[in-house]
């Protein structure tokens, strides 16, 4: 295996240099947070009056959890640190349940962005050779406009395609020879199906790589889309407030996902007790960002669900891996008393190789129980006037999702291509039980 870096010093730096640089930022950010009103009211309160109060990283404790919630009350400027004329660009997550949160940067923030997300990108074996086709929305959604500087920042040449408009991605893979895209893993799935739909042959594109995330992806969902259409799919992982992609992305090696510690400190807490987990042990990923002035988050509770692997990689980045997002602390449903994560189902699913490539969630109220339908396109190899084989592969799935997650789903099947599909993240759950009421 050859491993490349885009800046071998960072990226290899020794850990107690790496832990200096943390120190030396995190003062920095708490300098940049007492700017803003939440944080000064935050901090004073716990007692830190300005950097001085922060010595070691131990001090990290001494500094409150920011939540969502704390990000929604503070809209529109209550986290902007610096003066309004210094920013250059803005950019909000969506916010399904109303207010949105708004992540304000400077040039220099925008610049180390950037730095982050080429790092990703060439530490894949990517680059000024590749054509880069980057299929996710641009927009106040960071994926694109995040992608898109850090592909030209390798020298690639970047096709912002967006996402959607299948038919038309496959002319511009075939017209521009592009080599390595980016989509979320649903839109990467629905794009095999619909090649094979339209009789695009594999041979007609050069794709060679994928990079894959925004929303959760097992691992054997990562390994169809790999066999499918022949390529490597490199999981990538990120979130609005900690700027976007460019957080923590896999390496070669693709056993975990290095997480950049010179631009976040990362904590994983146990979350009912907010109490940090033994290392290697599951619980929920804490954020500091400790590379952008203009909107400093301190110790922010991410909701994701994740473990620290415990041993260095062989690649030979000094920055820890994170296992695979295994799902949200607000994603678990409750089926009947049961909890359950969609990934477990994904998790079944997947392995299944006579299954599609999309799926659904359905739950619903039946008189006073939970019922929870599953809902999953068939594989080409099906055929769905063919009764004998379909039942079959129906009972097979119904009885493998019973002996993993201990519920007893109904599962329908359907033609390949007629679940809905998004043009953002996959809406996986369909949770119709408040209506019901
Ligand atoms: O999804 C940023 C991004 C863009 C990441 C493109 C990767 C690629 P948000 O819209 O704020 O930002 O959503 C962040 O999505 O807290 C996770 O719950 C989920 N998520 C993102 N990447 C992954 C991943 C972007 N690789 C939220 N695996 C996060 C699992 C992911 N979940």
């Keep these: 295996m050859t491993y490349q870096y885009w800046n071998p010093k960072m990226e290899t730096l020794p850990r107690p240099d790496l832990e200096a640089w943390q120190l030396r930022q995190l003062k920095n950010m708490v300098t940049y ?29 001494r500094i409150p ?23 250059i660009r803005l950019h909000a997550s969506s916010g399904t349940t109303g207010t949105p949160t708004t992540i304000y940067f400077n040039k220099e923030d925008i610049s180390r962005w950037t730095g982050f997300v080429a790092r990703c990108i060439y530490g894949t074996g990517c680059d000024k050779t590749d054509v880069f086709q980057n299929m996710i929305t641009y927009g106040l959604f960071t994926g694109g406009l995040g992608f898109h500087a850090g592909g030209e920042e390798v020298g690639m040449l970047v096709i912002p395609s967006g996402a959607g408009n299948t038919t038309r991605q496959f002319r511009l893979m075939q017209d521009f020879g592009t080599t390595v895209v980016h989509a979320t893993p649903s ?12 009789g695009v042959s594999r041979e007609s594109i050069k794709l060679r790589k994928a990079f894959a995330g925004a929303e959760p992806y097992s691992e054997d969902t990562r390994r169809r889309i790999e066999e499918l259409l022949h390529i490597d799919v490199y999981n990538s992982y990120g979130l609005s407030e900690m700027n976007g992609p460019g957080v923590a992305f896999e390496c070669p090696n693709k056993n975990g996902l290095h997480i950049w510690e010179d631009g976040y400190i990362a904590e994983i807490v146990n979350p009912d007790t907010l109490e940090p987990v033994p290392e290697g042990e599951t619980g929920e990923l804490v954020l500091t960002i400790l590379c952008r002035e203009a909107t400093p988050i301190l110790r922010y509770r991410t909701r994701d669900l994740s473990a620290f692997y415990p041993e260095p990689c062989s690649c030979g980045r000094t920055h820890r891996r994170l296992h695979r997002i295994t799902g949200r602390t607000d994603d678990m449903l409750i089926i009947n008393g049961v909890n ?41 190899t099906i055929f769905m006037d063919d009764a004998r084989p379909l039942n079959a592969l129906k009972e ?28 953002g993240k996959a809406k996986r759950v369909q949770d119709n039980r408040s209506q019901d009421i």
């Design 33 to 61: 947070a007492l700017r803003t009103p939440f944080y000064k009211k935050r901090l004073t309160e716990a007692g830190i009056k300005s950097e001085d109060a922060i010595k070691s990283l131990k001090d990290l404790n």
């Design 65 to 87: 959890f920011t939540t969502k919630h704390d990000l929604r009350d503070g809209f529109p400027y209550g986290f902007l640190s610096i003066p309004r004329e210094e920013v």
């Design 187 to 198: 839109f990467l799935l629905h794009v095999e199906a619909k090649m094979r739909e339209e």
């Design 340 to 380: 359950l994560f969609p990934s477990q189902i994904e998790e079944v699913i997947m392995s299944i190789k006579e299954v599609g490539n999309n799926y659904l969630i359905v739950i619903e109220k039946e008189g006073v129980l939970d019922r929870i339908t599953v809902k999953t396109e068939v594989g080409p």
């Design 396 to 423: 097979r799935i119904r009885k493998t999702l019973q002996a993993s997650i201990t519920i007893n789903p109904r599962v329908e099947l359907h033609e390949s291509g007629s679940l809905p599909i998004s043009e």
